[in-house]
C-alpha cells in the first residue's frame, strides 16, 4: 500500500527566514506529485506539479520554489519567509497519467511570525 | 481559467436528516472529486468521478460532465461528518491541475 509522509507536521518561524517543506510517497513509483496551500478558513490552491524527477512546473509562485530530487520526494522552501505563506501546506500524489484519484498527506501547518 | 462554484457556503443539519452540496463549473471537467476536510486538517477521499453516480454509505454523488456540475448528497447525518467539504475538478488542459472549490462548512447538531 502506498503512503505519503510530510514534515514537519507543524512549524513556527520568524519572517525572514528560510523554509524547506518535505514530503516522501513509498509504495509507488513515478508519482505524479502535487503541492497545494490552504489559507486559515480558505480553500485548497495548487502550488507546484511534478510528472518526473527535476522536473517541476509552477502554478501559482506565491514567493515560493518546489524541487523533487528523488522520484519519491518533493521539497518546498523558500530563502526569506513572509507572514503571507502563514497556512498549511498540503502534499498530494497520484497515479501517473490523468483520469485518477488525488492522495493527500497530512500537512504541515506554517505559522510566519 | 477554469472555475468552480460550491454552494451552500456553510449547513447545519440536525442528526439524522440529510442534504445535497452542489459544485458548478464554468467549463467543461474530466472530472470531479470529493474531500471531507476533518478538525485536524486531514483531507479525506469520498468519491472520484469521471462520469455518472457513486455511493458509499450515506453519501451518494453524482457528476454531469455535459451539464457542468456535481452534488453531494449526505443523508441521515451523524455527528462525525461535521468537517469542511471541498469538491475539485480536473479540466482537460492537460495541466495537471485540479481547481478546487471554496467548500461547504458543514456542523451536525445532535
Known amino acids: 500500500a502506498q503512503t505519503i509522509h510530510q514534515w514537519p507536521v507543524a512549524e513556527i518561524k520568524a519572517v525572514g527566514s528560510p523554509l524547506s517543506l518535505g514530503c516522501t510517497i513509498k509504495g509507488k513509483s513515478s508519482p505524479n506529485l502535487y503541492w497545494y496551500w490552504q489559507a486559515t478558513g480558505g480553500t485548497l490552491q495548487q502550488l507546484f506539479y511534478s510528472i518526473t524527477v527535476g522536473q517541476v512546473e509552477s502554478v501559482v509562485q506565491l514567493n515560493l520554489s518546489a524541487s523533487r530530487p528523488k522520484d519519491d520526494q518533493f521539497i518546498l522552501s523558500t530563502e526569506k519567509l513572509l507572514l503571507s505563506h502563514s497556512g498549511f501546506y498540503l502534499c498530494?500524489?497520484?497515479?501517473?497519467?490523468?483520469?485518477?484519484?488525488?492522495?493527500f498527506g497530512s500537512g504541515t501547518r506554517l505559522t510566519v511570525l | 481559467g477554469d472555475q468552480v462554484e460550491q454552494s451552500p457556503s456553510a449547513l447545519s443539519l440536525h442528526e439524522g436528516t440529510g442534504s445535497a452540496l452542489r459544485c458548478n463549473f464554468t467549463?467543461?471537467?474530466?472530472?470531479v472529486q470529493w474531500f471531507q476536510q476533518n478538525s485536524r486538517g486531514s483531507l479525506i477521499n469520498l468519491f472520484y468521478l469521471a462520469s455518472g453516480t457513486k455511493e458509499n454509505g450515506r453519501l451518494k454523488s453524482t457528476f454531469n460532465s455535459k451539464e457542468s456540475y456535481s452534488t453531494l448528497h449526505i443523508r441521515d447525518a451523524q455527528l462525525e461528518d461535521s468537517g469542511t467539504y471541498f469538491c475539485?475538478?480536473?479540466?482537460?488542459?492537460?495541466?495537471?491541475?485540479?481547481?478546487f472549490g471554496a467548500g461547504t462548512r458543514l456542523k451536525v447538531i445532535a
Open positions: 475539485a475538478a480536473e479540466g482537460y488542459t492537460g495541466n495537471y491541475k485540479y481547481v
Open positions: 467549463t467543461t471537467m474530466r472530472a
Open positions: 498530494a500524489w497520484r497515479h501517473r497519467g490523468l483520469a485518477e484519484t488525488l492522495y
